[in-house]
């Protein structure tokens, strides 16, 4: 089962840059729906292991939520060879997921 790793140091977020297939998702402690989102983002890498999963605390890097401009989470980053293709915020069902990621 695919786990999605966390993001605790800035630096850490660079290698993004040498990532083929990624999802980022920004999160809030306390936020019931990043909590359902973690959970559909988890079976989702089960299905797509190629795919790497991270995560960031949106309240610990306020700086990245404003260099990728949005202000809601949960927010999705779809990055392939190292560039960020989409983002996508708010709640997504497993189905809803893989279509989108399917149409990237």
């Known amino acids: 089962m ?3 790793k966390d993001i605790t140091e800035l630096a850490s977020v660079e290698h993004f840059g040498s990532l083929d297939e990624a999802i980022v998702i920004f999160y809030k402690e306390l936020c019931p729906h990043c909590k359902n989102m973690e959970k559909v983002l988890v079976k ?3 299905k797509a292991p190629q795919v790497a999963l991270f ?3 949106s309240e610990k890097h306020v700086n ?3 260099e990728y401009a949005f202000e809601r989470v949960p927010t999705l980053l779809f990055i392939r060879e190292g560039k960020v293709i989409k ?3 708010g709640l997504m069902n497993p189905r809803e997921l893989k279509a989108l990621y399917a149409s990237l």
Do not use: Y
């Open 87 to 89: 983002t996508h915020s």
């Open 64 to 66: 990245l939520m404003s």
């Open 55 to 57: 995560s960031v605390d």
């Open 44 to 46: 989702f890498g089960a």
């Open 2 to 4: 695919s786990e999605i």
